[in-house]
């Protein structure tokens, strides 16, 4: 769930007498990315998020998300549908930049970050090569790395 809040609405009413994990969406975006070694941004996903903006996870070893097409054999038990999210994991972290992405012209020069990456490269990994978080969060639950539990994510840039 996303929220932007309404004119006279207040924050404080929106999650009152609830629990969350706190994080800001940037924190968060690296976390993945240093997990899991590719450039990640969660606010750049799909249409991309709005500043100063809120979204709600629940984040646990039953949360659901898609797996996309390519991945759903039709079996929805839970260890298949496991193993068929850890595939399209594995899957998004053999894959790689196309190269003509690598030096496209973004408004910015195509030299080499620290990262090792382009500026174009790392930006198409972020609005174009991700995965849904959903299914990266799962991960980080299902390995130990964040408890579960509901999470409030802030977006800002």
């Not at 932007?4 to 007498?17: D, P, S, V, Y």
């Not at 997990?35 to 629940?58: L, R, V």
């Not at 496991?82 to 012209?105: F, G, M, T, V, Y």
């Amino acid at each position: 769930m996303i929220w932007n809040l309404k004119e006279g609405e207040t924050f404080a009413e929106i999650i009152e007498q609830k629990s969350f994990y706190v994080v800001w969406e940037g924190e968060l975006s690296r976390l993945l990315s240093k997990h899991y070694g590719k450039p990640y941004k969660i606010q750049q996903q799909g249409d991309m998020m709005s500043n100063d903006s809120y979204f709600t996870i629940e984040v646990g070893p039953d949360m659901e998300f898609w797996i996309g097409e390519e991945y759903d054999t039709g079996n929805m038990e839970p260890e298949a549908y496991e193993a068929a999210a850890l595939r399209r994991i594995a899957d998004w972290q053999a894959s790689e930049c196309p190269e003509e992405e690598k030096n496209h012209s973004w408004g910015a020069p195509a030299e080499v970050q620290p990262n090792g990456m382009t500026f174009p490269e790392e930006l198409w990994w972020e609005r174009e090569g991700y995965i849904p978080y959903e299914i990266l969060l799962w991960d980080l639950n299902r390995q130990g790395i964040i408890p579960t539990g509901e999470y409030l994510v802030e977006v800002m840039w």
